[in-house]
Each structure stands twice: as structure tokens, then as C-alpha cells.
């Protein structure tokens, strides 16, 4: 019985969450018929319509190459987002403990910060030259500071006298952490986790179009190339699409699941 209540549970998560995909089909409606304006007014060879753009959409993904090379793409881009996630984070929430710390690496993340996506794609073609390291390594450094600074934010932010409390009753450091800082901690995480993943499929792109890595990069050149223009707009709708499920298939769902205590104040909210 228990396992049919969890089932029940999740099915009834998963229903709610997939209806609240409604509002953003509703934009993502309106972008096509701003982008239907577009072609009416510019025409085929400039802006392609969305049905032929979905055309070629469709057959761009019964090419075995296309496929080939969208996996090699994924692989760098999830690469580089978990380098990323994984330092910044650590990095962040190290230094929201500390002001000394914080004072002394917030320069330096301005610092990467203010440095290009493109410049850091050049210099890692000069230290790594033009293969796949050269965009894992883009991206970490690109996103790197995303992560850091919501980590940095959420555990400099946390309710300290709530920590107090929770020391005063012998509460260790791991039991506060886990109880009182990543709850906190997780509402400023997932925001920058997102932007982070978005990057990352964008930032992989690009240095693999200009390191000529292979990848969906390579397959852009070559369609640029060519002056294919429904098929570049074609790679370009596919990498949008992955990018968006990687957050609503992946970040998403983890953070609504995590995040379930916001909705038990509401009227239709979680219920024990």
C-alpha cells in the first residue's frame, strides 16, 4: 500500500507539474507568431517560417550525423556545467561562511566575469587547441560564476539567529547545514543552476563553431556555409529545445520536488 500511495504521489506531482506548462507554451506561442511576422516581412531567405524551419527540424534529426554530433555536444555542455555547478558551489558556500573569504573572492568573480565568452573560447583554443577541451573548459570558467555567487548569496543570507538557536541545542554542524542552511541555501542554487545550464549549450556552440570541434557547432559552420537558412535556423531551434529540456526536464522537477514546503501555505498546497 505504500508503494502504490508514493506512486500516487508522484503521478499526482507529475500532473500538476506538467500543467503548469501551460503559461509557458502561451509565450512560447507568442514567439511564433512574432517569428511568423518576421517572415512575412523579410521572407524565406532572410527569416524562414516556422513550418519550414520545423521541417527541417524534423529531418535534421533522422540524419545519423546530426545525432552523432548532438551527443557530442551534450556531452560537453553537461561536462562543463558540472565542472562548473560542482567548483562554484563548493566554492560559494565556503566562502558565505567566511568575510574574509567572501571579501577576497568577489573581485576575482568579477574579474571572470567581465572577461567574454569569446575570449575565454580563444584562450582555451591556444592552451587546448581545437578539440573538445577547449569547450568543457569554456564553459566552466564561463559559468563558473553564476553558481558561486547564488551559493555565496544563499549561505551568507541564511537566518543566523535560527542557527543559533539550533547550535544552543547541540545541534552539530552537518545537522544545522542540512536543516536550516540548505533550505535557504537551495531557493538561491537552482536560479543560478538554471542560467547556468542555459549557458552552457549556448557557450558549447559557439566554441565549437569556432574551434571547429565537431559537434552541432561544426554542423552550424557547415550550414552556414552552404547559406542553408531554414537548416541553420533549424540547429538553432534544436539547441533551444535542448537547452529548455534540460531545465524543465532535469532542473526543474528536482527543484519543485525539493521545494514542496513553499506550497503548504497555500489553500490548494501540500498536505501531510
Not at 95 to 119: D, E, K, Q
Amino acid at each position: 500500500m505504500r508503494i502504490l500511495g508514493g506512486l500516487g504521489d508522484v503521478a499526482a506531482w507529475l500532473g500538476r507539474y506538467l500543467w503548469s506548462g501551460w503559461a509557458g507554451l502561451a509565450g512560447l506561442c507568442c514567439v511564433l507568431a512574432a517569428w511568423q511576422v518576421g517572415h512575412e516581412v523579410y521572407g524565406s531567405f532572410i527569416l524562414p517560417s516556422p513550418l519550414e524551419t520545423l521541417a527541417a527540424l524534423v529531418a535534421l534529426m533522422q540524419e545519423p550525423a546530426f545525432l552523432a554530433a548532438a551527443r557530442e555536444t551534450a556531452w560537453r555542455a553537461f561536462a562543463g556545467f558540472g565542472l562548473a555547478v560542482g567548483l562554484g558551489t563548493l566554492a560559494g558556500a565556503v566562502a558565505g561562511y567566511s568575510f574574509a573569504a567572501m571579501r577576497l573572492m568577489r573581485p576575482v568573480v568579477t574579474f571572470i566575469l567581465g572577461v567574454p565568452p569569446i575570449a575565454w573560447i580563444v584562450l582555451a583554443l591556444i592552451w587546448f587547441g581545437p578539440t573538445g577541451g577547449s569547450a568543457v573548459v569554456t564553459v566552466a570558467v564561463a559559468s563558473l560564476p553564476v553558481s558561486f555567487a547564488g551559493a555565496l548569496e544563499g549561505v551568507a543570507t541564511r537566518d543566523r539567529a535560527l542557527d543559533a538557536m539550533a547550535r544552543s541545542f547541540g545541534a552539530g554542524w552537518w545537522l544545522r547545514f542540512r536543516t536550516v542552511t540548505l533550505p535557504h541555501l537551495v531557493s538561491y542554487l537552482f536560479p543560478a543552476w538554471t542560467t547556468t545550464a542555459g549557458s552552457a549549450w549556448k557557450v558549447t556552440v559557439m566554441a565549437e563553431l569556432l574551434a571547429n570541434a565537431g559537434g552541432i557547432g561544426g554542423e552550424l559552420a557547415i550550414a552556414r556555409s552552404l547559406f542553408d537558412i531554414p537548416r541553420v535556423m533549424a540547429i538553432v531551434v534544436a539547441v533551444v529545445l535542448f537547452a529548455l529540456a534540460t531545465e524543465y526536464g532535469l532542473i526543474q522537477p528536482v527543484r519543485d520536488r525539493l521545494e514542496a514546503w513553499r506550497k503548504a501555505g497555500q489553500p490548494w498546497g501540500v498536505r501531510p
